[in-house]
């Protein structure tokens, strides 16, 4: 079956740099989204990517949606503690309807 | 606009009690309806799935159900509680999706249970 990807599992930030997590796909996707966690908290929607080779921009996040549509990217610039979390990416499963297949996330902590 | 409520919090249960949580979303209508559980510092992993009133789609074996018993109320019982049942259990509910496009999901506050 589907699998979906996601590296590193654990990234430590320093407040103010670049870092990019990773998401991949055992199969195409006809779409895939992202969620961030705070910590204690509930997985929220950031965004959806459709298009093959689609690239969008929310402030200092910049979502990659791969020319395959097999992989995506999460790319955070000067990052700031608000930026912790886990940030997941989920796309849905070969012939599913309305379903999603979560990642295991990258928890991110970021140093001060 | 839409809201999702789920509750309780938190619940700290024995190991062979009975459990329901109920998840209500409003402000829209004909919702698809998830159960997810995360395990602690892991990833969320689908229980259940609807799309109507009394449609579930069970996604992997155990002593849980859940059940549909008005459009916009999701329920997750067990009559015997596990300790592998402990962990935080979200609800989330997205708009009824055509042919394999996917909607946003919106998740509940979530539950932390606890089994002892």
């Known amino acids: 079956g589907q699998q979906v990807m996601q590296i590193p599992q654990y990234q430590h930030v320093q407040e103010g740099e670049d870092f990019t997590t990773y998401c991949n796909s055992s199969?195409?996707?006809?779409?895939i989204q992202w969620y961030k966690q705070r910590p204690g908290g509930h997985p929220v929607f950031l965004i959806q990517l459709v298009k093959s080779g689609e690239v969008k921009k929310q402030k200092r996040l910049t979502f990659q949606f791969g020319e395959a549509k097999k992989n995506s990217s999460l790319h955070i610039t000067a990052t700031q503690t608000t930026d912790v979390g886990t940030y997941f990416c989920?796309?849905?499963?070969?012939?599913?309807?309305?379903?999603?297949?979560f990642g295991a996330g990258t928890q991110v902590v970021v140093t001060p | 606009s839409q809201t999702i409520h789920q509750w309780p919090a938190t619940l700290v249960q024995p190991v062979g009690s009975p459990l329901s949580l109920e998840c209500t979303v409003e402000g829209t209508s004909n919702p698809n309806l998830y159960w997810y559980r995360q395990a602690a510092g892991r990833g969320l992993q689908l229980l259940f799935y609807s799309v109507g009133i009394g449609q579930i789609s069970s996604e992997v074996p155990q002593n849980l159900s859940a059940s549909r018993p008005q459009d916009r109320q999701f329920i997750l019982s067990s009559k015997k509680l596990l300790l592998s049942d402990s962990g935080f259990y979200l609800c989330?509910?997205?708009?009824?999706?055509?042919?394999?496009?996917?909607?946003?999901?919106?998740f509940g506050d979530g539950t932390r249970l606890s089994i002892l």
């Open positions: 989330a509910w997205s708009r009824s999706a055509s042919s394999y496009s996917n909607q946003p999901q919106h």
């Open positions: 989920a796309g849905p499963p070969t012939d599913s309807w309305g379903k999603l297949q």
């Open positions: 199969t195409t996707l006809s779409n």
